[in-house]
């Protein structure tokens, strides 16, 4: 069956450090991937999305590219900021899953002033 | 953004009471879920549903029941709320085909005393 599988947390940077969440997926069919964030008290929020090999999605300064060869969707953002510190998911949809989005188990981030 | 909506956002209530938990939403979705999500922060499938009439159990079994009367209506129902029932509830919906991202209600925490 279809699965996520994310990098554990939780991830501790400094302000303006480098973040990598790694994100790797099972998927029978060739599936649409996406990012979510969780800021604390709230539901999820969309982030970003690729729906095909090779698409990167991209949102408020993160990045991240579909890999088919290595069945891989890892977060990037170049220099992140306290307002960043949320838990981020990692998630699939595809037709032999019958459209219901799976998710990852989530990655805390922490981000220090 | 979202136009999905979930009463209460907060609930305690004691052992042994029937509970409902509220979600709607005004995109005309077909498809809506239930997840449940553990202090760990991770989601777990309870409940979907691909339309009116239409009610699947999810990955996670779930002693919770829903129905689904209305495009815009999707409520979960606890008849006998336990201690172990307590959690955070969320209600998602998204449209037609996997390209479609899921739009996330801001969450019940449910605590049974």
């Known amino acids: 069956g279809n699965s996520v599988t994310q990098m554990e947390g939780p991830v501790t940077l400094s302000e303006e450090a480098f973040l990598t969440i790694n994100c790797t997926y099972t998927?029978?069919?060739?599936?649409?991937l996406f990012w979510y964030v969780q800021y604390p008290g709230e539901g999820l929020q969309l982030l970003l999305k690729?729906?095909?090999?090779?698409d990167k999605g991209s949102n408020k300064g993160f990045e991240a590219t579909y890999r088919k060869e290595t069945t891989s969707f890892h977060l990037e953002k170049g220099s992140v900021q306290v307002s960043d510190s949320a838990v981020y998911f990692c998630?699939?949809?595809?037709?032999?899953?019958?459209?219901?989005?799976?998710f990852g188990a989530g990655t805390r981030l922490f981000v220090k002033a | 953004e979202a136009d999905i909506y979930q009463t209460p956002r907060y609930l305690v209530i004691g052992t042994g009471k029937k509970i409902t938990l509220e979600c709607s939403q005004t995109m005309g979705h077909d498809k809506m879920y239930w997840y449940q999500q553990d202090p760990g922060m991770e989601l777990h499938l309870i409940h979907y549903s691909y339309g009116v009439n239409s009610t699947e159990k999810g990955d996670l079994s779930s002693e919770s029941t829903v129905s689904r009367i209305r495009t815009e209506h999707f409520p979960l129902t606890l008849e006998s709320a336990r201690p172990s029932h307590t959690s955070q509830y969320l209600c998602?919906?998204?449209?037609?085909?996997?390209?479609?991202?899921?739009?996330f209600g801001q969450g019940t925490r449910l605590t049974v005393v």
């Open positions: 690729a729906t095909k090999a090779d």
């Open positions: 998927a029978t069919g060739y599936p649409s």
């Open positions: 998602a919906s998204s449209a037609n085909g996997d390209r479609e991202r899921a739009f």
């Open positions: 998630a699939l949809s595809d037709s032999t899953g019958g459209f219901k989005t799976i």
